[in-house]
């Protein structure tokens, strides 16, 4: 699972990740995830069943968001998101940015997060341990609780 699917993944185990950059609020991620958890539960007894391994995020991108004041940040559709951005600048100064300015003036239309990643302020959080012990912790409960059944069954 990669993506905002692994993300959604880690939450059933009870792992939460930062605010996805799309969502207004964490709090409505959080509410968005809460509804797929039994989902994604389902999904690793299923795995554990079936003997499947699963793959979730290990490594997560994290960087500080910086937008220079004018930019005007569109949709998928190229449009502004904010009805009040009728004039757009072209052109970003921002002493303490530089390097970031430098590269919304060469692409308008480059993500916020790139220029985080091109500039060098982003970082990798390694969450394997993490992942790997709530994943095998809820594994070995899945499966007891099917050895139960399945004796009980006999």
């Not at 964490?26 to 690793?44: G, T």
């Not at 500080?64 to 904010?82: D, R, W």
Request: hydrophobic share 35%; net charge neutral.
């Amino acid at each position: 699972m990669c993506g905002e699917v692994g993300i959604a993944g880690l939450f059933a185990l009870g792992i939460k990740i930062g605010r996805v950059e799309r969502r207004r609020s964490v709090d409505l991620q959080h509410k968005d995830y809460a509804k797929l958890a039994p989902f994604f539960k389902r999904l690793f007894e299923k795995a554990v069943i079936k003997g499947v391994s699963l793959v979730l995020p290990y490594d997560v991108m994290t960087a500080p968001k910086y937008l220079p004041k004018g930019y005007v940040e569109k949709n998928q559709e190229g449009e502004s998101s904010k009805e009040e951005h009728k004039t757009e600048v072209t052109h970003f100064e921002d002493p303490d940015h530089e390097a970031e300015c430098t590269l919304f003036n060469e692409n308008v239309n480059i993500h916020w997060s790139d220029v985080a990643c091109m500039v060098g302020k982003s970082r990798i959080v390694d969450i394997e341990e993490q992942v790997r012990g709530r994943l095998a912790t809820y594994c070995s409960s899945v499966q007891a609780n099917s050895q139960a059944f399945k004796r009980e069954a006999s």
